[in-house]
């Protein structure tokens, strides 16, 4: 290959290992309702109206509680009292993420049209017994799109996001990690080395449960459903580095599992969207 390096900046602010892991649990869902119905309705939301959505999922309101003021805690919400009620604003900074996960999720369409054939490589070592820091860099790098073929090596055919590579390293505190563009000049088949990188097969089972999970055009309670869309889809920017077609397998449900997503978020939204702003709106 050949390469050229580039600098890391100074670290920023760094999400939270819990939700940097995207469990599927009441917090996971919590950051779901807030980048769908919240984010976009002025980004403030009572207590009841939560509570009573996450009724709909089968969250107990003790979970939801707890999911609010964990996440407040971290400082992507705040609590806003009025008398015995509690309205919830988003932060700036929770209005960030927010803001750059929902374009990454809406834009991901499981296989970008075109490639040139350069790659961004990254060289940055952790120590194993550091396990917060390896999980940062694992779980961001990951929604980054990057893969890792070997130990301290991670590499993207997403070149165009070498900022956003850069800031990860700066909140691991990795000031010594190297970021070269490279292009593959002989050696192994690329085949192998996107192997090695990531678990392409796993990733297909995924798809094809989406696929299955959502095939019916029916929502018997479009904001229960849309929800539960949304947060099946956006793990996908997580686990899919997003590969050119000529390095993914014949049989490779991405573009098609994307088709489905916006199908349906188009058929459902409307009605979600209506069902959430009566929730918040007899809520205040």
Do not use: C
């Not at 990254?122 to 070997?150: C, K, Q, Y």
């Not at 997403?158 to 292009?183: K, N, P, S, W, Y």
């Not at 085949?191 to 018997?220: C, G, K, M, N, P």
Request: proline content about 6%; cysteine-free; overall charge neutral.
């Amino acid at each position: 290959m050949t390469v050229a390096a580039a600098q890391v900046p100074e670290p920023g602010p760094a999400l939270s290992r819990r939700h940097a892991a995207g469990a599927a649990s009441a917090r996971g869902l919590l950051f779901t309702v807030l980048g769908e119905f919240v984010l976009p309705t002025g980004g403030t939301a009572w207590t009841s109206a939560f509570i009573e959505a996450f009724a709909r999922l089968g969250v107990e309101e003790k979970a939801i509680r707890q999911a609010l003021a964990r996440t407040a805690a971290d400082g992507w919400i705040t609590p806003e009292r009025h008398g015995r009620r509690t309205r919830w604003l988003l932060t700036p900074d929770g209005h960030r993420l927010l803001t750059e996960g929902t374009e990454r999720i809406y834009a991901f369409a499981g296989s970008p049209p075109e490639w040139d054939g350069t790659w961004l490589l990254v060289l940055a070592r952790v120590p194993e017994t550091d396990r917060a820091t390896r999980h940062l860099l694992r779980t961001r790098l990951s929604w980054a799109g990057l893969g890792t073929p070997a130990p301290g090596v991670w590499i993207t055919t997403h070149v165009e996001r070498q900022a956003e590579v850069e800031q990860v390293l700066g909140q691991a505190g990795l000031a010594g990690g190297q970021i070269f563009t490279a292009r593959h000049q002989g050696g192994g088949e690329l085949s192998a080395l996107v192997t090695q990188a990531w678990d392409l097969a796993a990733i297909e089972e995924r798809y094809e449960e989406f696929l299955a999970e959502f095939a019916a055009t029916s929502a018997a309670d479009p904001l229960a459903r849309l929800t539960e869309l949304v947060h099946a889809w956006r793990r996908f920017p997580a686990i899919d580095p997003g590969l050119p077609a000529r390095l993914l397998p014949a049989r490779w449900n991405g573009a098609r599992a994307a088709r489905l997503f916006a199908a349906r978020h188009a058929g459902w939204s409307p009605d979600a969207m209506t069902q959430w702003t009566r929730l918040n709106q007899a809520a205040g």
